[in-house]
Nanobody, 123 residues
């Protein structure tokens, strides 16, 4: 139902753009979040875009990552720049019909998840 793509291997300081699409949902009607999980670490909320246009980021990616939505393509993007080795993780997109925005990082609020795409930042 959700597909995340666009991951890959990039050098520190490089950029990648992740895409989240759905064959089932009209993403513009949902809150769409990006999460990541590194080996041995908990799942972490990275960013979220609301159906009304609200946008939030975790502090470690502010000023480096940009979330956006293209309604015509039914796609949510995560543009990642100035990538660091600590950004290495599997990145997932997820949807929620409603969110308590003060707890947007709580993955339990999200109903549907994509399969994940690997991002590796290494020289």
């Amino acid at each position: 139902q959700l597909q995340a793509s666009g991951g890959g291997l990039v050098q520190p300081g490089g950029s990648l753009r992740l895409s989240c699409t759905s064959s089932r949902f009209t993403l513009a009607a949902y809150q769409v979040g990006w999460f990541r999980q590194a080996p041995g670490k908990e799942r972490e909320g990275v960013s979220c875009i609301g159906s009304s246009g609200t946008i939030v980021y975790t502090d470690t990616v502010k000023d480096r990552f940009t979330i956006s939505r293209d309604g015509a393509k039914n796609t949510v993007y995560l543009q990642m720049t100035s990538l660091k080795p600590e950004d290495t993780a599997i990145y997932y997109c997820a949807t929620a019909e409603t969110l308590v925005w003060t707890a947007w990082k709580d993955w339990r609020q999200y109903d549907d998840w994509g399969q994940g795409t690997q991002v590796t930042v290494s020289s």
